[in-house]
């Protein structure tokens, strides 16, 4: 899980939210409005380039409009906050139509438990977990509870997820000397330098690899 740190809210945001003071996250797809949608758009693009087009939760890439906005307390726990930008992250899988396969923000659907949940707004949530060469997610402490049932709620060892990580992972794992490293400072550059980018998984290959180049 990498560690996002919340940037400016969108102006159109900012500006819609003044006008319609009742009104909720809902409403920005439920009106078709020119101003809504500007306002919606906005946040997409806002919360893609703060997160460097990766998953808030399993870190995998978002494109082709294969994501949406995740509420980290959900909007039927907490309608003043459907709103709140600090509340707000995007994550994988789009639009679901069925509950089959869900991992990260479908997943976690409308499960919210502060003292059993690692955010990836929480400063130490990378160290939180460990990464296994076969793809594998599991908690940095054996006793942390919150990490392990995060692990759970967002099915973040669903078979998929753990394939993808895998061909990652194989791709550098026979590697050495400088091809391994030069491999690793593609896979690890910051989005700074990769186009507003993160590789995906990035944290992964961190955990694992980042060592052979003393980061």
């Given amino acids: 899980m990498k560690h996002i740190i919340k940037e400016t809210e969108p102006q159109a945001l900012i500006n819609w939210k003044r006008k319609n003071k009742k009104l909720q996250y809902k409403d920005l797809s439920e009106r078709n409005k020119e101003e809504a949608n500007d306002a919606k758009d906005s946040l997409y693009v806002s919360l893609l380039k703060e997160q460097g087009f990766i998953c808030c939760y399993c870190e995998g890439e978002l494109k082709n409009y294969k994501y949406h906005i995740e509420h980290i307390i959900p909007q039927s726990k907490s309608p003043k906050l459907t709103l709140e930008y ?18 990260c923000g479908h997943k976690k659907d409308k499960w919210y438990d502060k003292k059993q949940f690692v955010s990836p707004l929480d400063n ?92």
């Fill in 86 to 103: 600090n509340n707000l992250l995007c994550s994988c899988q789009g639009q679901v139509n069925n509950d089959t396969n869900l991992y």
């Fill in 124 to 215: 130490d949530c990378e160290e939180r977990f460990k990464y296994y060469t076969d793809g594998h997610i599991e908690p940095s402490n054996s006793n942390d509870k919150a990490a392990k049932t995060t692990i759970e709620k967002l099915n973040l060892n669903i078979d998929k997820l753990i394939a993808r990580r895998k061909s990652i992972i194989d791709s550098l794992i026979y590697l050495s000397g400088k091809e391994l490293e030069d491999s690793i400072k593609v896979h690890l550059v910051e989005k700074e330098n990769n186009n507003g980018k993160y590789n995906e998984f990035y944290t992964t290959i961190k955990y694992l690899f980042s060592s052979q180049q003393n980061i």
